[in-house]
């Protein structure tokens, strides 16, 4: 039983993690961030990565449900509500293939990275269906506000994104080098 | 460790600016100015760090 | 003088017969005759050659952007075929199995297509000329300027005239060849001379020939080595010998060999306003300078009547145009606005 509770936190905070890498990339790709956001997309990405995973052999080595190893790469195949769990899958799948080319992107060149990065905005609301169609927890407030704000932060940077592609109020003015000591 | 800027690709996003104010400087529209072509060894990680992160990969290093 | 004493016009058999058949070329020949190329960046022809890799096609560069410029069209009028033997010269000596000549008008397919060149006519804009938009439109690509050279592409590109010399040189020879001009700079050169001045035209002189004589009777500034080049004094001017370092040195441009005298009644800074503003949307609009630079340049130079605050800013955002373009068209915007407010500064006195 204790497996089962560790998939569903475990997958939980992988769609946090997950909302939170995608608000932030929307803010970026308004412009409206810098280089610690950027970096903390990076390094959320490559958290919830390590999250979705155990969620995934959390749930694939409980055996509460019967699940194989195989429908944690290949969607709608598996014998518990296939398409619901497919679902999950496919976002795990977006997820992955994102942060690999995202790593690999100054080999890929900038065509390769744009054509998966365009399918990123898929990847959350994927996601968000299977966390709440699956969640047994759905109801519950430990599901409920994690999963709300995440909701509304991604859908708020969106938002700001749609608005319009503006830069922050005025570019890095002309000014003499800022010198960073001790760093 | 040299920096360079492939100016096509530049759109003026300008994370490297905020990623190396030391090196580099907006014009009035954004666009890097390159102050210093050289990456002092303390600034390594934050060049390599502003040649990944840059949105068009516009931003090279040469070591 | 050389290139016009082998014009033999579009036929191939008067040209034969006037010049003779050609010998293969060798790097070392190209390197020992000290030819520099001819279509304004007068870079060392043989060290271009050695810089492409694997090379598949030379380009013959015959686009002639620079609106003051004639001799391009002149050489391919009166003289094809001389530029089809160096074109071919360069193929055999690079191993490249296509020859391509690029232009803006029509006509001359016919011409040189039995002779193995493609004549393909591309868009009549001023960077179309420039070389790796040139091998980017000539492939299929689009004619803007490219981060990847032509050179690593296996293409090199070369001015027209550039090949007429190396069909002269297939010819008679690399001491030939550096028996007229400077030691820095061999050979002859192709000068369209334009503007308030007795004879407009296409000539040709040795390198190092002094440019008054050429423009004798004449009085006004001279805008030197087209529009992204730069304004001489009128005095200035007529002391400058047609060498590339030598007219750097003096602050002038020598380019692909524009000279352009200004007519008495005309001002220099409306002119300069005239080009500019011509640059400005000739751009290609994918770098910073080029977008956003080039036009508030123009802006500028409008306001310098009105608004006082205009110079210094045109100043320093001329300034932010050096070495920071796609390509060397801002550069060449700089020039010419730097120079013109240097020779024309009567007229800014005079507006205040």
Same mark, same amino acid.
Not at chain 2, 29 to 35: K, N, T
Not at chain 3, 169 to 175: F, K, L, N, P, V
Not at chain 3, 177 to 182: C, D, I, L, P, Q
Not at chain 3, 295 to 320: C, M, S, T, Y
């Given at each position: 039983?204790?497996?089962?509770?560790?998939?569903?936190?475990?997958?939980?905070?992988?769609?946090?993690?997950?909302?939170?890498?995608?608000?932030?990339?929307?803010?970026?790709?308004?412009?409206?961030?810098?280089?610690?956001?950027?970096?903390?997309?990076?390094?959320?990405?490559?958290?919830?990565?390590?999250?979705?995973?155990?969620?995934?052999?959390?749930?694939? @080595?409980?055996?509460?449900?019967?699940?194989?190893?195989?429908?944690?790469?290949?969607?709608?195949?598996?014998?518990?509500?296939?398409?619901?769990? /497919?679902? @999950?899958?496919?976002?795990a799948?977006?997820?992955?293939?994102?942060?690999?080319?995202?790593?690999?992107?100054?080999?890929?060149?900038?065509?390769?990275?744009r054509?998966?990065h365009l399918?990123?905005?898929?990847?959350?609301?994927?996601?968000?269906?299977?966390?709440?169609?699956? /969640?047994?927890?759905?109801?519950?407030?430990?599901?409920l506000?994690p999963?709300?704000?995440?909701?509304?932060?991604?859908?708020?940077? /969106?938002?700001?994104?749609?608005? @319009?592609?503006?830069?922050?109020?005025?570019?890095?003015?002309?000014?003499?080098?800022?010198?960073?000591?001790?760093? | 460790?040299?920096?360079?800027?492939?100016?096509?690709?530049?759109?003026?996003?300008?994370?490297?600016?905020?990623?190396?104010?030391?090196?580099?400087?907006?014009?009035e529209?954004?666009?890097?100015?390159?102050?210093r072509?050289?990456?002092?060894?303390?600034?390594?990680?934050?060049?390599?760090?502003?040649?990944?992160?840059?949105?068009?990969?516009?931003?090279?290093?040469?070591? | 003088?050389?290139?016009?004493?082998? =014009?033999?016009?579009?036929? #191939?058999?008067?040209?034969?017969?006037?010049?003779?058949?050609?010998?293969?070329?060798?790097?070392?020949?190209?390197? =020992?005759?000290?030819?520099?190329?001819?279509?304004?960046?007068?870079?060392?022809?043989?060290?271009?050659?050695?810089?492409?890799?694997?090379?598949?096609?030379?380009?013959?560069? &015959?686009?002639?952007?620079? %609106?003051?410029s004639?001799?391009?069209?002149?050489?391919?009028?009166?003289?094809?075929?001389?530029?089809?033997?160096?074109?071919?010269?360069? !193929?055999?000596?690079?191993?490249?199995r296509?020859?391509?000549?690029?232009?803006?008008?029509?006509?001359?397919?016919?011409?040189?297509?039995?002779?193995?060149?493609?004549?393909v006519?591309?868009?009549?804009? #001023? $960077?179309? &000329?420039?070389?790796?938009?040139? =091998?980017?439109?000539?492939?299929?690509?689009?004619?803007?300027?490219?981060?990847?050279? %032509?050179?690593?592409?296996?293409?090199?590109?070369?001015?027209? *005239?550039?090949?007429?010399?190396?069909?002269l040189?297939?010819?008679?020879?690399?001491?030939w060849?550096?028996?007229?001009?400077?030691a820095?700079?061999?050979?002859?050169?192709?000068?369209?001379?334009?503007?308030?001045?007795?004879?407009?035209?296409?000539?040709?002189?040795?390198?190092?020939?002094?440019?008054?004589?050429?423009?004798? &009777?004449?009085?006004? =500034?001279?805008?030197?080595?087209? #529009?992204?080049?730069?304004?001489?004094? !009128?005095?200035?001017?007529?002391?400058?010998?047609?060498?590339?370092?030598?007219?750097?040195?003096?602050?002038?441009?020598?380019?692909?060999?524009?000279?352009?005298?200004?007519?008495?009644?005309?001002?220099? $800074?409306?002119?300069?306003?005239?080009?500019?503003?011509?640059?400005?949307?000739?751009?290609?609009?994918?770098?910073?300078?080029?977008r956003?630079?080039?036009?508030?340049?123009?802006?500028?130079?409008? !306001?310098?009547?009105?608004?006082?605050?205009?110079?210094?800013?045109?100043?320093?955002?001329?300034? $932010?145009?050096?070495?920071r373009?796609?390509?060397?068209?801002?550069?060449?915007?700089?020039?010419?606005?730097?120079?013109?407010?240097?020779?024309?500064?009567? *007229?800014?006195?005079?507006?205040?």
């Open positions: 039983m204790t497996l089962w509770y560790a998939t569903r936190v475990f997958g939980i905070v992988s769609f946090v993690l997950l909302s939170a890498v995608m608000t932030l990339g929307l803010l970026g790709a308004s412009r409206r961030t810098g280089y610690g956001a950027a970096l903390l997309h990076r390094s959320l990405s490559l958290l919830s990565v390590v999250f979705v995973a155990l969620h995934v052999v959390a749930a694939i @080595g409980d055996g509460f449900v019967p699940l194989a190893w195989k429908d944690g790469f290949v969607p709608f195949l598996s014998g518990y509500r296939p398409l619901l769990t /497919g679902l @999950g899958t496919v976002a799948d977006l997820l992955l293939a994102l942060v690999v080319t995202s790593l690999l992107r100054r080999r890929l060149g900038l065509h390769a990275w054509a998966v399918l990123a905005p898929l990847c959350w609301p994927v996601a968000l269906v299977h966390a709440v169609a699956i /969640g047994t927890d759905t109801p519950t407030p430990w599901f506000f999963v709300s704000a995440s909701f509304a932060a991604v859908l708020a940077a /969106g938002a700001l994104r749609l608005s @319009g592609r503006g830069r922050a109020a005025a570019p890095v003015p002309v000014e003499p080098l800022k010198e960073r000591l001790n760093r | 460790m040299r920096l360079t800027v492939d100016r096509i690709a530049c759109d003026g996003a300008g994370l490297c600016l905020r990623t190396l104010p030391e090196l580099l400087a907006a014009d529209w954004g666009y890097p100015i390159v102050h072509e050289e990456v002092p060894d303390a600034l390594r990680r934050h060049a390599k760090n502003a040649a990944h992160l840059c949105p068009r990969i516009a931003l090279h290093l040469k070591d | 003088m050389r290139l016009m004493q082998a =014009a033999a016009g579009t036929s #191939y058999a008067a040209h034969t017969e006037r010049n003779g058949g050609i010998r293969p070329l060798t790097l070392a020949e190209v390197e =020992a005759s000290g030819l520099r190329g001819r279509g304004g960046g007068w870079f060392p022809t043989a060290r271009k050659m050695a810089s492409v890799r694997g090379c598949s096609t030379v380009i013959v560069n &015959g686009m002639e952007g620079e %609106p003051l004639e001799k391009d069209g002149w050489l391919l009028t009166h003289a094809p075929h001389l530029v089809a033997d160096g074109a071919i010269a360069a !193929a055999e000596l690079l191993g490249a296509e020859i391509v000549l690029a232009v803006a008008r029509d006509g001359l397919a016919g011409v040189l297509g039995p002779r193995g060149v493609r004549v006519r591309g868009p009549d804009r #001023y $960077l179309s &000329g420039q070389e790796s938009a040139l =091998a980017g439109w000539v492939r299929g690509g689009r004619p803007v300027p490219a981060a990847r050279r %032509p050179a690593d592409r296996g293409i090199f590109v070369s001015n027209a *005239e550039t090949f007429a010399h190396l069909g040189i297939a010819r008679h020879g690399a001491d060849f550096r028996s007229a001009g400077t820095a700079a061999p050979g002859t050169l192709l000068l369209t001379i334009s503007g308030a001045v007795a004879r407009p035209g296409v000539v040709e002189v040795p390198v190092g020939s002094p440019l008054a004589p050429l423009i004798a &009777g004449s009085s006004g =500034a001279v805008l030197t080595g087209g #529009y992204g080049g730069a304004w001489i004094g !009128a005095q200035g001017a007529r002391s400058l010998w047609l060498e590339p370092e030598a007219m750097r040195e003096r602050g002038a441009v020598l380019g692909p060999g524009i000279v352009s005298v200004l007519p008495a009644t005309v001002s220099g $800074l409306s002119d300069t306003r005239r080009i500019v503003r011509w640059m400005a949307a000739q751009g290609a609009g994918q770098c910073g300078p080029c956003f630079g080039l036009p508030a340049v123009a802006a500028d130079l409008d !306001a310098l009547d009105l608004d006082p605050g205009a110079l210094p800013r045109l100043r320093a955002r001329a300034e $932010l145009l050096r070495g373009g796609g390509c060397a068209h801002p550069d060449g915007v700089e020039r010419l606005v730097s120079s013109a407010l240097d020779v024309f500064a009567h *007229e800014l006195r005079a507006a205040a």
